[in-house]
Structure formats: C-alpha cells, structure tokens
C-alpha cells in the first residue's frame, strides 16, 4: 500500500479471503486505507460494510480509513454519515478522524 501498490493490497486480501482466513479489524482497516490510497472509494465503503456483516469489531482507526476513503472519492456525505455513526456509537474520536471529516467537507 505504501508504495502505491494498492492493487496488490487487495488481491492479499482476496486471497485470505479465498483461503478462509481470519479476517480482523486490522486486515480491514489495511485494506480500506489500501482503497483510499487507489481512489478505490466504494471498495472501501464496501469493506466496511463487510466488516458489520461478518461481525468485525470497528475502531477508530477502521472508520478513519472508511472516512478518508470516501474522502478521497469526493464522497462528503457518505464520510460524514459514518463520521455521525462514530458518534452515535461511542467510538473513540482522534485528529484523523476529523481531520478526515473536515476534508471530506472541502471537495
């Protein structure tokens, strides 16, 4: 992901998922910030998603990753309904997390 090589990111994450890996809240948020460093906004959006079906816990740094994802794709109120869930939910709020939110306001 770092290298730009978020496509690679996300065939790892495929293939832990064809080989029945556990998947947890730190493969997720990998992969969610692997979609926002590609532009990749609805993956993203549809990872976390995937995280609440299969029962994975969110933090902050996962729903950070879900915001800035759909930061990057220009999609402002779907970043700020999951920054208003964050809220409603009690998860823990840090810089990124709003810094995200106020980015997400810009575009």
Known sequence: EKSGKWESALQLYSEMVQREVALDTITFSAAMSACEKGGASEKGLELFRLMAQNQVESN?????????????????EEA????????????????????????????
């Open 60 to 76: 902050t740094v996962a729903c950070s990753a879900a915001i800035s994802a759909c930061e990057k794709g220009g999609m402002w």
């Open 80 to 107: 700020l309904q999951l920054f208003s869930r964050m809220v409603r939910s009690k998860v823990q709020l840090d810089t990124i997390t709003f810094g995200a939110a106020i980015s997400a306001c810009e575009k």
